[in-house]
């Protein structure tokens, strides 16, 4: 047995990145466009994932439970030290959800240095198969995640009933994409 001595082990946890922690932002599916993003108005999602000028590097913008019906684009922008994080609120179900069964996709990452944690994606489109063949066909359901985010991480996430679960692009330097279940996904042609 190899044991390490203690400079080693200083030496490799100082170059770890360092995660500074920042202010909490609140967005709910009852939330509004012009709520301040605080527990007792929060944004709609929409509203939180634009790079609203009140979020910064090392903020954390927590998703309260409940369904958010729809298609959303985030451009959040951390840095190395201190990422914004986007997580599901503790002891709630947040769902990112849509119900189109064309090309749709439900979360369009942009951006960078943002992790994306512990929430649920899913399609309830209930059509599963369709006529055009091809693995392109322009009538399939959409992806859960099309990321185009540099150095962004993709954590515990639940991914299903989509047409691709993440759809990461070689574009997007330094992702990440671990924890995940993703199952259910594709379609029949």
Same mark, same amino acid.
């Given at each position: 047995?190899?044991?390490?001595?203690?400079?080693?082990?200083?030496?490799?946890?100082?170059?770890?990145?360092?995660?500074?922690?920042?202010?909490?932002?609140?967005?709910?599916?009852?939330?509004?466009?012009?709520?301040?993003?605080?527990?007792?108005?929060?944004?709609?999602?929409?509203?939180?994932?634009?790079?609203?000028?009140?979020?910064? *590097?090392?903020?954390?913008?927590?998703?309260? %439970?409940? /369904?958010? $019906?729809?298609?959303?684009?985030?451009?959040? #922008?951390? +840095?190395?030290?201190? *990422?914004?994080?986007?997580?599901?609120?503790? %002891?709630? /179900?947040? $769902?990112?959800?849509?119900?189109?069964?064309? #090309?749709? +996709?439900?979360?369009?990452?942009?951006?960078?240095?943002?992790?994306?944690?512990?929430?649920? $994606?899913?399609?309830?489109?209930?059509?599963?198969?369709?006529?055009?063949?091809?693995?392109?066909?322009?009538?399939?359901?959409?992806?859960?995640?099309?990321?185009?985010?540099?150095?962004?991480?993709?954590?515990?996430?639940?991914?299903?009933?989509?047409?691709?679960?993440?759809?990461?692009?070689?574009?997007?330097?330094?992702?990440?994409?671990?924890?995940?279940?993703?199952?259910?996904?594709?379609?029949?042609?």
């Amino acid at each position: 047995m190899r044991v390490f001595a203690p400079i080693a082990i200083y030496a490799i946890l100082s170059v770890s990145p360092v995660v500074t922690l920042g202010a909490d932002f609140y967005a709910s599916p009852s939330g509004k466009a012009t709520g301040n993003g605080s527990l007792q108005s929060p944004w709609d999602l929409a509203t939180a994932l634009n790079n609203p000028p009140a979020v910064k *590097p090392g903020d954390t913008i927590w998703l309260r %439970g409940g /369904r958010y $019906i729809g298609t959303f684009s985030t451009r959040l #922008n951390g +840095t190395p030290a201190a *990422p914004i994080l986007v997580r599901q609120y503790p %002891g709630e /179900r947040a $769902i990112l959800e849509q119900n189109r069964t064309q #090309n749709v +996709t439900i979360l369009y990452t942009r951006g960078s240095y943002t992790w994306y944690w512990g929430f649920e $994606i899913m399609s309830s489109a209930t059509t599963r198969q369709i006529a055009q063949a091809g693995s392109n066909p322009s009538t399939r359901p959409g992806n859960a995640i099309d990321n185009v985010c540099s150095f962004c991480k993709f954590i515990n996430l639940t991914i299903h009933n989509n047409g691709q679960g993440i759809a990461s692009w070689e574009d997007c330097r330094g992702t990440e994409i671990y924890g995940n279940v993703i199952f259910h996904n594709g379609w029949g042609g």
